[in-house]
């Protein structure tokens, strides 16, 4: 059974940093294209990083541009995702997915980020 496994989310003050993991299973990881998405409380969930393969092409939104940074170990079948310089709009609900996943509709609980001061 396929499944993805968010978890590094926190409480951190603005400025601060945290590393999220993202853990896969039940699928060869190696061979998907793995995007993180975030939801805001009241928001649409949107894109927010994406790495491709099999180069491991990174792109990024806008919005965290020069701040976040995507990566991913293929032998571990998890990726991760570096937030640095967090702002209190980067609070929300962090999941990773691939597109076939997100097609389906089938997402994981997600891990949650809260930057407040």
């Known amino acids: 059974q396929e499944q993805l496994v968010e978890s590094g989310g926190g409480l951190v003050q603005p400025g601060g940093s945290l590393r999220l993991s993202c853990v896969a299973s039940?699928?060869?990881?190696?061979?998907?294209?793995m995007t993180w998405y975030r939801q805001a409380p009241g928001k649409e969930r949107e894109w927010v990083a994406s790495?491709?393969?099999?180069?491991?092409?990174?792109n990024y939104a806008n919005s965290v541009k020069g701040r976040f940074t995507i990566s991913r170990d293929n032998a571990k079948n998890t990726m991760y995702l570096q937030m640095n310089s967090l702002k209190p709009e980067d609070t929300a609900v962090y999941y990773c997915?691939?597109?076939?996943?997100?097609?389906?509709?089938?997402w994981g609980q997600g891990t949650q980020v809260t930057v407040s001061s």
């Open positions: 039940g699928f060869t990881f190696s061979r998907y294209t």
């Open positions: 997915n691939t597109e076939s996943r997100r097609l389906r509709g089938s």
């Open positions: 790495i491709t393969i099999p180069v491991g092409t990174t």
